[in-house]
């Protein structure tokens, strides 16, 4: 049984170790959403013979892994993974595969899974300098909300640090009132753990973010963590819908001020809901990363 841990602050250089070499562009391999999360997924890991094992749940009940991280035989890791479960008398499931990841697993272990995608899981992945420049006839709505943002607001944009991390946290309960409250048994009270813990350990977890300063008050901010070397992850982004033009603004100046050294920037899934899906998609993405879970064909 391969021995896993509870992910801790202190584990954030050792997983960063396997996260910083590979090149897959999913948000499942950064510290700072491991971390944050982890509550959520009861996120534990492993490290043997080379190899980064994480286990974690989709649900109370449902325990899954996610595609092991290293140098050497994936055929091997895989066996570790399916042996685990099977001495933990749970089903073996994979989450978060990618098709390149099933087709890594099924060329090391031909005919032995089956491969079950999910759409809500999805991740959107943009080229950069089109979030940048907003240039085209595509994106012409886009630039129409920034021209009237600009026209509305005495606005800057400045970076988070942690003189201004308390005017984040106002921002995002007035964010949660907005959307029902933050509460006890709210929808929302797992991404307020989430955000309370990010902005908890900020400079800790490596995040990079930058906020609005809008008539005087912090009324927008985005945050996030590179996923691999071409790659920016942006984990949160928050505006009060009564600043018109405050996701678009927030948006196109995080890129342009955080993100122009990567080629693409991955805004992660859209869960889902539709109206969230409705708004990735105007971005028109030019990667629609697919991800699903496998399992053993006789299972």
Not at 38 to 51: I, M, P, Q, R, S
Not at 86 to 108: G, Q, S, V, W
Not at 189 to 194: H, V
Request: glycine residues 6%.
């Amino acid at each position: 049984m391969l021995n896993f841990k509870p992910v801790t602050i202190d584990d954030k250089d050792i997983l960063h170790s396997f996260f910083s070499r590979t090149k897959f562009r999913n948000c499942e391999f950064s510290f700072s959403n491991i971390f944050c999360w982890k509550h959520l997924y009861n996120t534990t890991f492993a490290v043997e013979d080379g190899f980064l094992y994480i286990r974690f749940h989709v649900a109370a009940d449902r325990a899954g892994y996610q595609f092991p991280l290293g140098e050497g035989s994936i055929k091997q890791a895989i066996e570790k993974i399916s042996a685990d479960a099977a001495e933990r008398n749970t089903p073996l499931r994979l989450y978060a595969i990618t098709c390149e990841m099933f087709k890594l697993i099924d060329t090391a272990c031909p005919e032995t899974f089956i491969y079950e995608s999910d759409r809500a899981w999805s991740e959107y992945i943009y080229n950069t300098e089109d979030l940048i420049s907003l240039s085209g006839k595509k994106f012409q709505s886009k630039r129409n909300h920034i021209h009237k943002f600009k026209r509305l607001y005495e606005w800057e944009y400045m970076p988070i640090t942690p003189e201004i991390i308390p005017d984040c946290r106002k921002l995002y309960r007035r964010w949660c009132a907005e959307n029902g409250g933050c509460g006890e048994e709210t929808a929302l009270t797992d991404e307020c753990r989430a955000t309370q813990t990010a902005f908890d350990n900020f400079a800790e977890l490596g995040l990079t973010g930058g906020a609005l300063r809008i008539n005087g008050e912090i009324l927008a901010y985005s945050y996030g963590q590179p996923l691999c070397e071409d790659t920016f992850g942006v984990h949160a982004e928050k505006s009060l819908y009564e600043i018109d033009g405050g996701f678009t603004m927030m948006n196109q100046q995080f890129a342009e001020h955080n993100c122009k050294t990567y080629k693409y920037i991955n805004r992660e899934e859209d869960l889902g809901l539709e109206s969230l899906r409705k708004a990735k998609l105007s971005y028109h993405p030019a990667i629609l990363l697919e991800k699903g879970m496998i399992r053993k064909k006789n299972e």
